[in-house]
């Protein structure tokens, strides 16, 4: 099968993630990026949007690398719907991300789900939001890359000292729907409160697969975003079973329900009182048992099965191998 990708962020790494696992299964990829560079100050505009639909028909066009044409167009993110909508020969599954789904791209990408082959949301939370029949896939974690460890051996590579709590922010403190202000104001209010330092740290723009480190050194990983589908490094923390304080939004409550010590809160005194607990507790949690359900994996297997119904073809899709539980390193 050969898939025209659309995306406005084409170094996502879990876009990235997702295209090499079902590169392994023989789908074949040409990824198309809407033009413009965005940061926490700018963003894409109208015009760039307009482009790009002369973008996707001349990849149409021309057709896959390998020859031929494309089985299918996997549209990421609202906003790429409507170039992927303006032909009809192909075609569409839309992935739609968490912000397209609750925050001011919800009308595109309302009326762009209706006319897609298949629409993909990352938890029922979105599924209620849109309203529209959809599959919910969250985005699968890699159980080889993202694996417990000692936390001593992780603190030596990163770099932090051993003498305090570590609370890990994996976002850049600049993206507002992530809120770094609650993050800092509850950590704040726990350090002075325990026998070591509370420390709030914040990693962003450094490979991916350095992650699994910064995940290990920390003591708890604290998520206060304003909206989220399914957060990745809520997962990817399970995954390496390092305990998650966060905010109801998105899959959390759900991926968490079974995870100990780990905690959802509303409020920034249950998340004052619950970040205190899961560091005084000072035990990773079980969450890597919990994160076989969302591995990457078994997820390739659900998008397949969602590109096969979209062109109406038969794929072979390896169930047994999705259902190997992932082994836990000794620590």
Request: with cysteine.
């Amino acid at each position: 099968m050969d898939v025209l990708t659309l995306t406005n962020a084409a170094d996502a790494p879990f876009l990235n993630q997702q295209v090499a696992a079902l590169e392994r299964r023989g789908v074949r990829f040409d990824t198309r990026c809407v033009a413009g560079e965005i940061s926490t100050e700018t963003s894409r505009g109208p015009f760039e949007y307009l482009r790009f639909v002369r973008t996707v028909r001349d990849a149409l066009r021309t057709g896959p690398p390998g020859g031929g044409e494309f089985d299918l167009i996997h549209a990421h993110y609202g906003l790429t719907a409507p170039m992927a909508l303006c032909q009809r020969q192909v075609p569409v599954v839309l992935s739609l991300w968490g912000s397209d789904v609750h925050g001011p791209v919800k009308p595109v990408s309302q009326a762009c789900a209706s006319l897609c082959d298949a629409v993909i949301v990352m938890s029922e939370a979105m599924a209620d939001e849109l309203g529209q029949s959809c599959h919910v896939i969250p985005d699968g974690v890699d159980l080889d890359t993202f694996t417990p460890e000692p936390q001593a051996q992780a603190r030596e590579r990163v770099g932090w000292p051993t003498d305090e709590y570590t609370v890990f922010f994996p976002y850049a403190p600049g993206r507002s729907v992530k809120d770094y202000p609650r993050a800092r104001r509850v950590t704040d209010a726990v350090d002075g409160t325990l026998e070591k330092p509370v420390t709030l740290r914040t990693v962003s723009g450094v490979p991916h697969e350095r992650m699994p480190d910064y995940m290990n050194a920390a003591d708890a990983l604290l998520l206060t975003s304003k909206s989220e589908g399914s957060p990745n490094a809520v997962k990817e923390a399970m995954a390496c079973n390092l305990p998650v304080v966060a905010v109801d939004v998105g899959d959390v409550r759900e991926r968490l329900a079974d995870v100990s010590p780990s905690q959802v809160c509303a409020t920034d005194a249950e998340l004052v009182a619950a970040l205190r607990d899961v560091l005084t507790a000072e035990s990773r949690s079980n969450g890597r048992e919990a994160a076989a359900a969302v591995s990457l994996e078994r997820i390739t297997d659900s998008v397949l099965e969602v590109y096969a119904q979209a062109v109406d073809c038969d794929l072979q899709v390896d169930h047994e191998a999705s259902l190997e539980q992932p082994q836990s390193p000794a620590q």
